[in-house]
């Protein structure tokens, strides 16, 4: 294995340019989904790597469970400074295990708290008698759309009709999915934190191009955006897609403002997010085969060393 069991660590940094600048030449839906395979792959990986260092670094230490002939020198040989690199990598996947462990504790928390208040109201679109401006989407079989009268009296009826549009498109596009996916990724790694905020930008700005589409009406769309952004202090349920929370609102509205975003599954060549793309795939691509490599390498030096 080598140093190289270390690359899968590192090389979420490959993932920053692509971070900042995927939403420049890609549609909102390609960038979302671009970056949550990227990060989802990587976070893997880095994973895999704690993992193999754990067993390689920890082998030789008494009361362990792992089998005598796994503290083999030659085993311990596969990894640099094995013992201090085990021992670290045990509080590191100890403590990524426990953020995402939390992650999903609370996600799965918000869901059911949110559906139980909700608990006898209309199964597609619920209003609820609140004077604090919010609107978010619940998913779930089947999805609901929540928003407070406080919200629906900042809008007028065509504005009204882009916000449930924006938050029915959350439900179609199943965004907490993606959402989920870079919270753990970004959990299991931290380097991957900004494909997180990245993720998060491009489900709203997927959910406004969705809305402005449906509405028929870009500039209107923008307009229900920012004047939701004006009221909106806060969300019942944070960490529910909420209509004008997530993601800096100027640049959404901007965005609405100009011309339909290309549809191109890949940036056009000879500009930075298509170098920016080339080197994420080149980052993600090398950590995946150092991770399979180190897998492979340590597998066959265990059974080498542990008698039939």
């Known amino acids: 294995m080598g140093v190289f069991v270390f690359l899968p660590l590192v090389l979420p940094l490959t993932a920053l340019p692509i971070a900042r600048l995927a939403g420049h030449s890609l549609h909102p839906r390609a960038t979302t989904r671009l970056l949550t395979a990227v990060g989802a792959v990587l976070a893997l990986c880095s994973t895999l790597c704690l993992t193999l260092l754990m067993v390689v670094g920890t082998a030789q230490l008494p009361g362990n469970p ?18 201090v690199s085990g021992t670290v990598a045990i509080a590191a996947l100890a403590a990524v295990l426990l953020r995402c462990g939390l992650i999903l504790a609370r996600h799965y928390r918000v869901r059911h708290r949110a559906r139980r208040a909700l608990a006898g109201l209309p199964a597609t679109l619920a209003v609820l008698p609140d004077p604090d401006p919010y609107a978010y989407a619940l998913p779930g079989a089947p999805g609901r759309v929540v928003v407070s009268t406080g919200m629906l ?5 065509a504005e009204r009709r882009a916000l449930i549009a924006h938050e029915r498109a959350h439900l179609t596009g199943r ?3 993606f959402l989920l996916t870079s919270q753990l990724a970004a959990g299991l790694n931290p380097f991957l934190r900004p494909l997180r905020t990245a993720v998060a930008f491009g489900t709203e700005r997927w959910a406004d191009e969705d809305a402005a589409q449906a509405v028929g ?35 959404r509205v901007a965005a609405l403002l100009a011309p339909v975003p290309p549809s191109h599954h890949w940036p056009p060549p000879h500009t930075p997010t298509a170098l920016a793309t080339l080197i994420a795939a080149a980052g993600t691509a090398a950590s995946a085969a150092s991770a399979t490599n180190a897998a492979i390498a340590l597998l066959l030096v265990l059974k080498a ?4």
């Open 175 to 177: 965004h907490h999915r």
């Open 217 to 251: 009406d870009r500039r209107l769309t923008a307009r229900a955006v920012g004047k939701a952004a004006l009221h909106t202090h806060r969300t019942p349920h944070p960490g529910l897609a909420a209509f004008a929370e997530s993601g800096p609102v100027p640049r």
């Open 153 to 157: 009296d900042c809008l007028d009826p």
């Open 305 to 308: 060393a542990t008698p039939l």
């Open 66 to 83: 792992l089998p005598d002939s796994w503290s083999d020198p030659e085993v311990r040989a596969a990894v640099p400074y094995a013992e």
